[in-house]
C-alpha cells in the first residue's frame, strides 16, 4: 500500500523559499502516475499546488508557477516543492497526494498526513 | 473553472444528506469526492462520478448531471460529520487544473 510523508520546516520568514519534501513508500516513484501537492490554507478549502512525473515532466497551478519548482528524487524515491518569495498568504498545511494511474480524472486516493507550514517573521 | 458548494448543510441521524457541486457543464466532466474529518487529511469517498472505493459504505454514493454533481449520504451517522470537497480535472483553457469545490461542512443534528 502507498504511504506518503511529509516533511520540512514548520516556519518560514516571508521572501524566504519554502521547501518540503515527499517520502514515497510502498510503490516506485517511477510509477506511472503524477505526483502532486495540495494545500490548505487555515479555515479554508484545497488548492492544488502541481504535479510531478517520474520523466520529470510537471504541470503547476498557473497562481503558483512564477514561484513553484517540483523535483523528483528517484534515489530516494521521495519528491519535493520548492515555493520561491513566500508570504502570510501561503501559510498552510500542505499535503502530498498521488493517483492510482496516469489519467488526470483519476482521483487522489492517497494523501499524506499534511504538514503544517508558517509564513513569519 | 469553479465549483460551488454550500458552505453548510445539517442532518438529523437516519436521513439523507445530498451535497451538490454545482459547475459549468460539470456533467461533461469526471468528479470525485473527498471527505475531511477534523484534523485529518481528505480521504476520496466516491471517485469517476459515482464509484465508491472499497471500504466507503454503501450508503455513499453520487451522480453528475448538467450542471450539478450530488454526493448523497443515506442513513446518516454521527462519523459522517465532515468537510466534503468534489473536485475535477479542468483542461478547457490553456491552463489545465485540478478545481477543489469551495466545500462543504456536514453537520449531524
Known amino acids: 500500500q502507498v504511504q506518503l510523508k511529509e516533511s520540512g520546516p514548520g516556519l518560514v520568514k516571508p521572501s524566504e523559499t519554502l521547501s518540503l519534501t515527499c517520502a514515497v513508500s510502498?510503490?516506485?516513484?517511477?510509477?506511472?502516475?503524477?505526483w502532486s501537492w495540495v494545500r490548505q490554507s487555515p479555515g479554508q478549502g484545497l488548492e492544488w499546488i502541481g504535479e510531478?512525473?517520474?520523466?520529470?515532466?510537471?504541470n503547476y497551478n498557473w497562481s503558483l508557477m512564477s514561484r513553484l519548482t517540483l523535483s523528483i528524487d528517484k534515489s530516494k524515491n521521495l519528491y519535493s516543492l520548492n515555493l520561491r518569495s513566500v508570504t502570510a498568504a501561503d501559510t498552510a498545511i500542505y499535503y502530498c497526494?498521488?493517483?492510482?494511474?496516469?489519467?488526470?480524472?483519476?482521483?487522489?486516493?492517497?494523501w499524506g498526513q499534511g504538514t503544517v507550514v508558517t509564513v513569519s517573521s | 473553472y469553479v465549483l460551488t458548494q454550500p458552505p453548510s448543510l445539517s442532518v438529523a441521524p437516519g436521513k439523507t444528506a445530498r451535497i451538490p457541486c454545482g459547475g459549468n457543464r460539470i456533467g461533461s466532466k469526471v468528479v470525485n469526492w473527498y471527505q475531511q474529518r477534523p484534523g485529518q487529511a481528505p480521504v476520496m469517498v466516491i471517485s469517476?462520478?459515482?464509484d465508491r472505493p472499497s471500504g466507503i459504505p454503501e450508503r455513499f454514493s453520487g451522480s453528475n448531471s448538467g450542471n450539478t454533481a450530488t454526493l448523497t449520504i443515506s442513513r446518516v451517522e454521527a462519523g459522517d460529520e465532515a468537510d466534503y470537497y468534489c473536485?475535477?480535472?479542468?483542461?478547457?483553457?490553456?491552463?489545465?487544473?485540478?478545481?477543489f469545490g469551495t466545500g462543504t461542512r456536514v453537520t449531524v443534528l
Open positions: 497526494a498521488t493517483r492510482d494511474g496516469y489519467d488526470h480524472r483519476d482521483p487522489f486516493d492517497v
Open positions: 469517476y462520478d459515482s
Open positions: 473536485q475535477v480535472w479542468d483542461n478547457t483553457n490553456d491552463h489545465s487544473t485540478y478545481v
Open positions: 510502498g510503490a516506485s516513484i517511477n510509477s506511472s502516475t503524477w
Open positions: 510531478i512525473y517520474h520523466s520529470g515532466t510537471t
